[in-house]
C-alpha cells in the first residue's frame, strides 16, 4: 500500500498516461522508438514538458528508454495505443477528460450527497450527454469498448440452453448480444436501448452475420421493456441508477416477463468486509460521483429485487479474474400466493 503522500500525488500519474494518450504521443512511442525532440515535433507538443512527463512515467515503468535517449511506449502501457486495447484507451480517455475533473468535486458531494459529475459540469450526467454529444459519445465508446471486451466472457460463462428469446435491456450497440446469437445459434434476441443506437446496432449485427436473428427496439427502460422474453439480461446498466431508479427498471422489466421468464443481471458485489476488495469500492464511490448509482452489495440487490416483485436465485462469477464486475446474478418473478 502508498503512503498517504504518494497515493496523493497518484493523481499526477493518471493525468500524465491521459497526456499522452490523448495528444498522439503514446502512438507514436508504440510504432517506434523516439528521442523526445522527435516525438514532440511529431506530436506537436512542447519538449521541456514532454522530457518530464516520460521521466515519471519511466520512473513507474510505462515508458522505457535505451542508453541512446529513444523513448518507447512499455509493455503495460501498450493499451494506451489505437487498437491495442481499446477498453483501456477509453478508460484513460473518458478518464482524463470527466472523471478526473468530477473528482475535484467529492467535497461538494459529502456536503450536499449529490453526484459530482453535476456539480463540475453544471447538469445532470444524462441531460449533459443529451447536450454535448462528444461526451456522450465519449461515455457510449467507452462503454462499448469494455462490453466488446467482457461480452464474450459473460457469453462463454452464461447457459443459454433453455433460453430461446431474449432482450438485452440497455444493449447499446449490441456488444453483448453479438457475442450472445454466435455462441447460442438457436437464440434470437431484441437489443432495448434509446433510438439514436439504431444504426450503429443494425450495423454491427449484420457484420457479424447475425442480423436475421436480431432486432433493434427504441424506447426507455424507465417507462417499460419489450415482453414474454425467456430470459431478460442487464449488464452493467443498474449501477448508474440511484435505488429508486433501479427499482422502477426492474419492476418493469418484471412486469414484461412472463412466469418462467429469467432475469441475468450482471454487476460486481461489493464486498462487506471492510478490510478487502477495494478495488470495486474504488469504483462504488467512482460511480457515486459519476452517475449517481453504486456499485452493490448481494444484500442491496437482494432488497431492490424483493421491491420489484423479484427474487434472487443463485449469483455464479464470470472466470475472468480482471472482471472485477463479473457476477452473475440470477433472479425469477415472485408469483402472487
Known sequence: MFDLFTTLNMAFLGQALYAITKTGVADRLARAPATVADAAVDCGVDATVL???LFALAAYGFVLVD??????????????????????????LIWGEQLYPVCGKLDIMLKTGQPAFAHHFG??????????????ERFEN???????????????????????????????RGSLTIPLLL???HLTATIFDQPHHATYAGKRLAAAGIANRASFVGGDFLRDV?????????????????????VRILSNIARAMRPDS?????????????RSGGLLKLRNLEQMAWTGGRVRTQLD?????????????????????????????????TLPG
Open 51 to 53: 522530457q518530464q512527463t
Open 67 to 92: 542508453d541512446t535517449g529513444n523513448y518507447r511506449l512499455a509493455p503495460k502501457a501498450r493499451g494506451l495505443a489505437t487498437n491495442e486495447e481499446p477498453r483501456l484507451r477509453e478508460l484513460t
Open 123 to 136: 447538469t445532470p450526467i444524462w441531460e449533459h450527454y443529451r447536450k454535448v454529444r462528444g461526451d456522450g
Open 142 to 172: 467507452f462503454m462499448d469498448a469494455v462490453t466488446d471486451w467482457q461480452g464474450p466472457l459473460v457469453a462463454n460463462a452464461l447457459d443459454c440452453s433453455g433460453i430461446h428469446s431474449l432482450v438485452d435491456v440497455g444493449g447499446a
Open 183 to 185: 455462441r447460442n445459434p
Open 226 to 246: 419489450p415482453a414474454n422474453a425467456d430470459a431478460y439480461v442487464v449488464k452493467h446498466a443498474l449501477h448508474d441508477w440511484a435505488d429508486v431508479d433501479v
Open 262 to 274: 429469467r432475469l441475468v443481471i450482471v454487476e460486481g458485489l461489493v464486498d462487506e468486509n471492510p
Open 301 to 333: 440487490w437482494e432488497t431492490l429485487l424483493q421491491s420489484a416483485s423479484l427474487q434472487l436465485d443463485k449469483v455464479e462469477t464470470v472466470p475472468e479474474p480482471r472482471m472485477i464486475d463479473g457476477k452473475l446474478l440470477f433472479a425469477s418473478r
